[in-house]
């Protein structure tokens, strides 16, 4: 996905999408007898305790990594709008680690901003340091860990 301009919401919006499936994923329709494309569409019905999304950062048959930027919010990120199910009282949403890589898609290394309590730490290998919130929204955002509230 080309992540210019876009935010998780954005990101997780487009992912629910109804998608036509292309020449080569037919499948045999009982009732009108023949071979035909099926439409899908992935739903939110049920929301985790602990959220993980991971940046499909890695572009498909290339070598190349998206270093774009994708917005994400750190606290109140609420999915009441993503969901169909009944957990839209219980749908809000605190970022307490993500994992980032730096490198390409032969190399890397990975490091790791976390809150523990009310502080937030960078984690790189034998270094750690205390940081802020803000430090995780950049390009090398790889992994984001979630944590739903408990009103």
Not at 58 to 74: M, Q, V
Not at 128 to 145: E, G, M, P, Q
């Amino acid at each position: 996905e080309d992540f210019r301009n876009q935010n998780l919401t954005k990101s997780l919006i487009n992912f629910c999408k109804e998608e036509q499936l292309k020449q080569g994923n037919e499948w045999y329709c009982n009732v009108c007898k023949k071979h035909v494309l099926p439409k899908i569409k992935m739903d939110l019905y049920y929301l985790p305790k602990i959220l993980i999304i991971c940046f499909k950062r890695f572009i498909k048959g290339s070598l190349e990594k998206n270093e774009e930027n994708i917005d994400f919010p750190i606290d109140n990120f609420d999915m009441k709008d993503l969901i169909i199910g009944p957990d839209k009282d219980h749908s809000v949403y605190d970022l307490f680690a993500v994992s980032q890589h730096y490198g390409g898609t032969g190399f890397g290394h990975y490091t790791a901003t976390c809150k523990n309590f009310k502080n937030w730490y960078y984690y790189n290998d034998s270094e750690i340091h205390k940081t802020n919130a803000y430090s995780v929204l950049s390009h090398s955002a790889y992994v984001l860990f979630y944590r739903r509230r408990t009103d």
